[in-house]
């Protein structure tokens, strides 16, 4: 799914693979970006879709901010989305006058008793009369119901936060529509999770991709590159500029052609295949280079370590991290587009 900007100033163009990454740190522009893609799909800004104008409803929108929590979207308010899926095809088998009736009739009771209480104290005073009165089935539910997980009450304090979030993530389907293409947003996805949570779910995602018509779009401000297997999904943000890094085989070749002082042209897959055996933290400094700012490439043998140094273990690996970095930082210039 190929999306364009109409009349927005810097707005990007994206290509959406079923799953796509949006990786870049603290006020990189990722949720400036998510919220912008929002708004598009809900036809709040001017956007297409492979060529044609987004209009309203015609996408079904599921955006989770990074407060997002379970707890929070399983409040029974009126606005919440969970509470009238879950409930829409049981209210229907209800019957709702009856309920309100009983209930009320109890609720009547206990008015005419508070009542004529305050009718003998409080004689000299303006008259004061109490009503409860429910009106709607909804009331009920609001007021009423309480959630346990695992027989713990829900509430923030006692649900830890990477349980609170999974759970969140379990109730997506619920949302997703049958009749309508579905696009996620979810900020921050991998909040409070550790590396297999992320992992299950990013599978779990892409299971609801086969299932539905689902376009899901992530943003982290996490290096998730070496774990994500499908790097053209992966566009990385910084100072709200948006590129993808789609050249590292050409650079393993134009490395490995200046070094060995062989021909461009004739280096074939296994030559690529070899350098990134003989570099097995290869992916992981690339996702580095690619994310964050005022990168150091320096030796193994140096003994210091931060987000912003990348380590070689070769002149090879070296000469491969400079030109990539060079490369990366052109490209977020405008440089080379």
């Known amino acids: 799914?190929?999306?364009?900007f109409k009349n927005k100033d810097n707005a990007p163009n994206i290509k959406l693979s079923k799953i796509t990454y949006l990786l870049g740190t603290n006020r990189?522009?990722?949720?400036?970006?998510?919220?912008?893609?929002?708004?598009?799909f809900i036809a709040k800004i001017p956007m297409t879709t492979n060529g044609v104008?987004?209009?309203?409803?015609?996408?079904?929108v599921i955006n989770f901010s990074d407060n997002t929590t379970f707890t929070n979207e399983f409040k029974f308010?009126?606005?919440?989305?969970?509470?009238k899926i879950i409930y829409k095809d049981i209210k229907n088998q209800l019957d709702e006058n009856k309920i309100l009736n009983d209930v009320n009739e109890i609720f009547n009771t206990i008015d005419n008793l508070v009542n004529e209480k305050l009718g003998k104290d409080l004689k000299y005073m303006d008259n004061i009369k109490f009503d409860i009165n429910i009106t709607d089935v909804d009331n009920i539910i609001e007021k009423?119901?309480?959630?346990?997980?695992?027989?713990?009450?829900?509430?923030e304090k006692n649900i830890p936060k990477s349980v609170n979030r999974r759970l969140l993530y379990n109730t997506l389907e619920l949302t997703l529509s049958k009749e309508k293409?579905?696009?996620l947003l979810i900020d921050?996805?991998?909040l409070y999770l550790d590396e297999e949570e992320v992992i299950n779910i990013i599978k779990f995602l892409t299971t609801l991709t086969e299932k539905y018509d689902l376009h899901v779009i992530l943003a982290t401000q996490n290096n998730l590159y070496p774990l994500i297997e499908n790097k053209e999904s992966i566009y990385f943000i910084k100072k709200e500029n948006i590129i993808q890094i789609s050249f590292i085989d050409s650079i393993i070749k134009d490395t490995l052609s200046s070094n060995n002082d062989d021909n461009y042209l004739l280096l074939i897959e296994q030559d690529l295949l070899d350098f990134k055996k003989r570099n097995p933290f290869l992916e992981h400094s690339i996702g580095k280079i690619a994310l964050y700012e005022n990168i150091e490439i320096i030796s193994i043998t140096e003994n210091r370590y931060t987000s912003s140094t990348v380590k070689y273990l070769s002149p090879e690996e070296q000469q491969f991290y400079e030109?990539?970095?060079?490369?990366?930082?052109?490209?977020f210039d405008n440089k080379d587009i």
Request: charged residues 30%; negative net charge; without cysteine.
């Open 1 to 4: 799914m190929k999306l364009s």
């Open 28 to 40: 990189s522009g990722k949720t400036t970006l998510i919220n912008t893609l929002y708004n598009g």
């Open 53 to 60: 104008n987004v209009e309203k409803e015609t996408y079904n």
């Open 77 to 83: 308010t009126k606005t919440n989305d969970l509470k």
């Open 144 to 155: 009423y119901t309480d959630i346990y997980i695992n027989d713990y009450l829900l509430d």
């Open 181 to 183: 293409e579905n696009i």
């Open 188 to 190: 921050n996805f991998d």
């Open 323 to 331: 030109k990539l970095k060079e490369k990366i930082f052109d490209k």
